[in-house]
């Protein structure tokens, strides 16, 4: 029989693994003692930009998602290049594309007036697609907390983890599984491109050489897309138009009439397609509550996909620049 000793030993040392295991964990009252005014700082600051340009909303939520599918939600998307460090900014995902980077020092600034050296980078930014999504009328949820800056970014991953727009649906499938997601779970954060504008290379094969599109919806796009050149890459059309600054489901019912603006999200529903995914498609449509419950589920899983916590990583001063 074990004495009274090595029985209390082996109680402490099960406690040790239990709170060394729970600090590690996010938590929406990580901060609720070093900085209680966070989430109220960062929702006033992300309302006022998205009051300014209210495109900008789409684009901290996009954000979020291009940081988290990267070495997980870090930050890392936030880096600039430096000598001898290249970032994520120039990815093919990225580039001349992600924006709200100006928006993202400006609320950091206030938080660290408020708190200084206490609040992640990565929180900032998990924090400000929530209230994003809110302004422009989505869901909320609760966002878990705690995460810590990354020091590094990486081009490569970015550029094999982040989903192309000329995604096929088993492409989308196998990318979205790879971050631990179901193929709902993936219909649903697809929903996020209620809002938002695409650039013109990314749907010039679709509109110019698909089938499963609408004709109609397709010419209206040509003329501000050329076939040839580069004069109209940068040229922007909404995901979900005429309510592309609105969160809503209309984006499932552009997809149910062929209307989808990139191929990847017109995948989603697609008669020669899974049908199980359709089914999805349609049910989001038919109810927008439906839909908000699941992609506000969808994004706290997003936003845990590994996460630097407990002395992993820092707390960047900067968000663009690793504290030296």
């Given at each position: 029989?074990?004495?009274?000793?090595?029985?209390?030993?082996?109680?402490?040392?099960?406690?040790?693994?239990?709170?060394?295991g729970a600090s590690g964990q996010l938590?929406?009252?990580?901060?609720?003692t070093t900085c209680p005014s966070l989430e109220s700082v960062v929702r006033d600051a992300t309302y006022q930009a998205v009051l300014d340009e209210q495109r900008m909303g789409a684009s901290l939520l996009r954000l979020h998602f291009h940081d988290c599918f990267v070495q997980g939600c870090d930050g890392s998307v936030l880096l600039d290049d430096a000598p001898g460090f290249v970032g994520e900014k120039t990815a093919f995902g990225n580039v001349n594309s992600v924006r709200g980077f100006e928006v993202m020092d400006t609320i950091k600034t206030k938080?660290?007036?408020a708190c200084p050296g206490v609040v992640s980078c990565a929180d900032i930014l998990a924090l400000a697609a929530r209230d994003s999504t809110v302004k422009l009328g989505g869901p909320t949820w609760t966002v878990p907390l705690g995460r810590r800056d990354s020091m590094t970014a990486s081009?490569?991953?970015?550029?094999?983890?982040l989903p192309p727009p000329f995604f096929n649906i088993s492409g989308l499938i196998a990318g979205f599984a790879k971050k631990g997601f179901t193929a709902r779970e993936m219909t649903?954060?697809?929903?996020?491109?209620?809002?938002?504008?695409?650039?013109?290379?990314?749907y010039r094969d679709r509109i110019y050489n698909e089938t499963n599109i609408d004709p109609l919806f397709a010419q209206g796009l040509k003329t501000g897309c050329a076939s040839?050149?580069?004069?109209?890459?940068?040229?922007?059309?909404?995901?979900?138009?005429p309510t592309e600054l609105v969160f809503d489901s209309s984006y499932y019912d552009n997809l149910v009439n062929r209307r989808g603006l990139i191929h990847s999200d017109q995948e989603l529903y697609n008669p020669g397609g899974k049908q199980s995914q359709a089914m999805v498609v349609s049910q989001y449509r038919s109810s927008s509550t439906t839909f908000f419950n699941e992609f506000a589920a969808a994004m706290v899983?997003?936003?845990?996909?590994?996460?630097?916590?407990?002395?992993?990583?820092?707390?960047?001063?900067?968000?663009?620049l690793v504290n030296t």
């Open positions: 029989m074990a004495s009274s000793a090595s029985l209390r030993c082996s109680f402490l040392a099960l406690l040790f693994l239990v709170f060394s938590s929406p009252t990580f901060y609720a938080v660290e007036a081009r490569d991953l970015a550029n094999a983890d649903a954060l697809s929903g996020a491109h209620t809002v938002g504008f695409a650039q013109c290379q990314n040839a050149g580069h004069a109209t890459d940068a040229n922007l059309a909404p995901f979900d138009g899983k997003m936003g845990k996909i590994t996460p630097l916590t407990g002395n992993d990583g820092q707390i960047r001063l900067n968000c663009r």
